[in-house]
């Protein structure tokens, strides 16, 4: 069973708009999450993450929120770039062990 | 250079067929992690190794076996290769905290017929 999940596999903004990707998880032991971005052929990079003991962490154009009795965390861009375009994934761990990934979606910003 | 780098980069191989995957690092990590991404599914983790003698089972370590040789060094193992372990497979390290930040190797694609 799928314990994070992006049911959203694309999504497309214009320049200069917000983006907003949206992570939901079942397991309510998971303290941290994480947010990487995939360019094709290259592997996932980090973007930004944030623990359970906060309800945003910003970086730049990055935020993230977190809901914790929703369980719910989204990433907001602000302002949107064309460099932006890329897949998506977010992932959670309750032990530091093992990170559960979501399916990732993938954001095309249109110039 | 990179600092996470993976071997073969993409490979195709016959049903039955012994095949490893390597990974190599220098970043100084002691933490190392083989991922598979299939279409869909996101990254599901396979092994982990904490240091040299700490080795665990991931989600889906079922037809994988695995082998840390350095530090630097862990390599992914499909002993009798079959279809449905066609996929792209990433290496990723990080350091002691797991709080840090996970660095990818570029990924392998294993095809198998």
């Known amino acids: 069973d799928q314990q994070v999940k992006q049911n959203s596999p694309s999504l497309s903004v214009q320049e200069g708009r917000i983006s907003i990707l949206n992570c939901d998880y079942t397991?309510?032991?998971?303290?941290?999450f994480l947010w990487y971005k995939k360019y094709p052929a290259e592997g996932p990079t980090f973007l930004i993450s944030?623990?359970?003991?906060?309800d945003k962490n910003e970086d730049g154009r990055f935020t993230v929120f977190l809901n914790k009795s929703a369980k719910h965390l989204s990433l907001h861009i602000v302002p949107s770039q064309p460099g932006d375009s890329a897949v998506y994934f977010c992932a959670a761990s309750d032990d530091g062990n093992q990170f559960y990934f979501g399916t990732g979606t993938s954001l095309t910003v249109i110039p | 250079d990179a600092d996470v780098t993976q071997t073969p980069r993409n490979r195709i191989t016959k049903t039955g067929k012994r095949i490893m995957l390597e990974c190599s690092q220098t970043k100084g990590h002691d933490r190392m992690y083989w991922y598979r991404q299939d279409p869909g599914l996101g990254l599901q983790l396979i092994y982990y190794s904490f240091d040299v003698k700490d080795i665990n089972k991931g989600e889906i370590s079922d037809g994988y076996s695995v082998s840390r040789q350095a530090q630097a060094k862990f390599s992914l193992s499909l002993e009798s290769a079959i279809p449905n372990q066609t996929a792209l497979y990433f290496c990723a390290t990080s350091d002691d905290r797991y709080t840090d930040t996970q660095y990818f190797g570029p990924g392998t694609r294993l095809t198998v017929l």
């Open positions: 397991n309510s032991m998971f303290d941290y």
């Open positions: 944030i623990s359970s003991i906060k």
